[in-house]
């Protein structure tokens, strides 16, 4: 995944098992929503409708 690096000490020390190859980005508030909606649908068979980002974008299969 692809993304502005946020290496701040305080973001660091978030992280559980956190590489030192490995890097941290920051993920758009819409893309988060879709992921998690994705989630929902697929182990619990919820459909949560529409994002709160307002992303109007169909889920993937």
């Keep these: 995944m692809q993304g502005d690096r946020r290496e ?3 973001v660091v020390a978030q992280v559980v098992g ?3 190859e490995e890097g941290l ?3 758009p508030e819409a893309l988060v929503d879709l992921l998690a909606r994705m989630y929902v649908k ?3 068979g919820i459909d ?3 994002g709160a980002a307002g992303d109007d974008q169909p ?3």
Excluded: I, Q
Aim: no cysteine.
């Design 8 to 10: 701040e000490p305080e």
């Design 18 to 20: 956190f590489k030192s």
């Design 25 to 27: 980005v920051e993920l």
């Design 42 to 44: 697929e182990n619990y």
């Design 48 to 50: 949560l409708g529409v």
């Design 59 to 61: 889920d993937h299969p």
